[in-house]
């Protein structure tokens, strides 16, 4: 513990299941054990829900079209998705999760993802930090038979950084105090907020790493990005005060990509806007909720955001209902044949169907 075994400030958690789609179906079923698997749906445009370790090393990963993850790995093995199996074991994950720290004090982000404030845990002297993240990991190992990895600080932003950085199983602290220095040599692209345009205006500025950053004169800062700028400082700095909210109301699902070059063919649009429908169709099922607001967000050449969205009386997860729904939603942006830089599609209005309808969300 900090400081000659004081109590941390705050004790906050960054849980991540490995690879939990894949783990998943290879924890039911013993032939796909060590094996190159995906996750993807059945259709021509489907994209890779979730990737093994082993389908990973060919370069296989989550939002790729299925059609390219098979030219990678043509022994790739897809099985389709099975969301009353991922939401059960993500229910035994958290069934753990409340044995440590209060519901209103686990936020989950996603199905395999999740936050926790177990500062009165560890405030009492009655377990440590790291005490109770191994006890965590080994409980969802030889409990659930899924492994995770953690990250554990002050903060979520560092919590949630800390858990990526030594993937899978894989167990992190960050201690107090020393936040900014373990941020210090990562790369920018470690902050979340910080989209590829803002990276590569602060590369022109010599900012390459989160300790760059983190130390560059913040006026300069605020001149060329903003007041976003000095937020994105505080972040590199470690500074993140946001609460664990279990309280929280759901998320939202969204997908976007940026264009290699402007696009105004209203076709092209489409397609991207099609491939887009596809991932956040996907995740909406895994997930086993419905969506009942569909919006579009487009970004101009000049950066300028234009968002339009459709909402319907009720909730949907298919894919071509979604996807009618963001095409009007992109007809009501007005674009004519103005270019665009960025197309995204995101899902809101979440709602789990009825009882009687779960077993139809994976037809």
């Known amino acids: 513990m900090p400081r000659g075994g004081e109590p941390w400030p705050r004790t906050i958690l960054h849980v991540d299941l490995d690879a939990f789609y894949t783990s998943v179906h290879q924890r039911d079923e013993p032939r796909l054990r060590d094996t190159a698997l995906a996750v993807a749906g059945r259709s021509r445009r489907a994209v890779v829900m979730g990737a093994s370790y082993e389908a990973r090393a060919y370069g296989v990963h989550s939002a790729m079209p299925l059609h390219e993850a098979l030219e990678r790995c043509p022994q790739l093995t897809v099985v389709p998705p099975d969301g009353s199996r991922y939401r059960e074991a993500s229910r035994q994950v958290h069934a753990v999760?409340?044995?440590?720290?209060?519901?209103?004090?686990?936020?989950?982000?996603?199905?395999?993802?999740?936050?926790?404030?177990?500062?009165?845990?560890?405030?009492?002297?009655?377990?440590?930090?790291?005490?109770?993240?191994?006890?965590?990991?080994?409980?969802?190992?030889?409990?659930?038979?899924?492994?995770?990895?953690?990250?554990?600080?002050?903060?979520?932003?560092?919590?949630?950084?800390?858990?990526?950085?030594?993937?899978?199983?894989?167990?992190?602290?960050?201690?107090?105090?020393?936040?900014?220095?373990?941020?210090?040599?990562?790369?920018?692209?470690?902050?979340?907020?910080?989209?590829?345009?803002?990276?590569?205006?602060?590369?022109?500025?010599?900012?390459?790493?989160?300790?760059?950053?983190?130390?560059?004169?913040?006026?300069?800062?605020?001149?060329?990005?903003?007041?976003?700028?000095?937020?994105?400082?505080?972040?590199?700095?470690?500074?993140?005060?946001?609460?664990?909210?279990?309280?929280?109301?759901?998320?939202?699902?969204?997908a976007e990509t940026t264009f290699e070059y402007d696009v105004?063919?209203?076709?092209?649009?489409?397609?991207?806007?099609?491939?887009?429908?596809?991932?956040?169709?996907?995740?909406?099922?895994?997930?086993?909720?419905?969506?009942?607001?569909?919006?579009?967000?487009?970004?101009?050449?000049?950066?300028?955001?234009?968002?339009?969205?459709?909402?319907?009386?009720?909730?949907?997860d298919d894919a071509e209902t979604i996807f009618r729904a963001a095409r009007s939603a992109l007809e009501k942006s007005h674009l004519d044949s103005r270019p665009v830089r960025l197309i995204g599609v995101g899902l809101s209005g979440l709602v789990h169907p009825e009882p009687d309808l779960q077993m139809r969300l994976f037809e």
């Open 97 to 254: 999760f409340r044995r440590f720290t209060s519901p209103e004090r686990i936020e989950g982000i996603a199905l395999d993802e999740a936050y926790l404030d177990v500062t009165a845990r560890t405030r009492h002297g009655t377990s440590s930090p790291e005490d109770v993240a191994r006890r965590i990991k080994y409980m969802v190992h030889t409990e659930v038979g899924l492994t995770a990895s953690v990250g554990v600080a002050t903060s979520k932003l560092v919590a949630k950084i800390a858990s990526a950085s030594r993937k899978p199983d894989g167990l992190v602290l960050v201690q107090p105090d020393t936040e900014a220095g373990f941020l210090a040599p990562l790369p920018i692209g470690v902050i979340p907020g910080l989209g590829p345009k803002t990276e590569e205006r602060l590369r022109l500025m010599g900012i390459r790493t989160a300790g760059d950053l983190a130390g560059h004169e913040t006026q300069k800062l605020i001149q060329a990005l903003g007041t976003g700028g000095a937020l994105l400082q505080r972040l590199a700095q470690g500074r993140d005060r946001s609460p664990v909210d279990g309280s929280r109301p759901a998320k939202t699902i969204s």
């Open 264 to 316: 105004s063919d209203r076709d092209k649009l489409e397609e991207a806007l099609h491939d887009l429908t596809g991932k956040v169709t996907e995740r909406l099922r895994a997930e086993g909720v419905r969506a009942k607001t569909v919006y579009v967000k487009l970004k101009l050449p000049d950066f300028k955001l234009v968002s339009r969205q459709v909402s319907r009386t009720s909730a949907t």
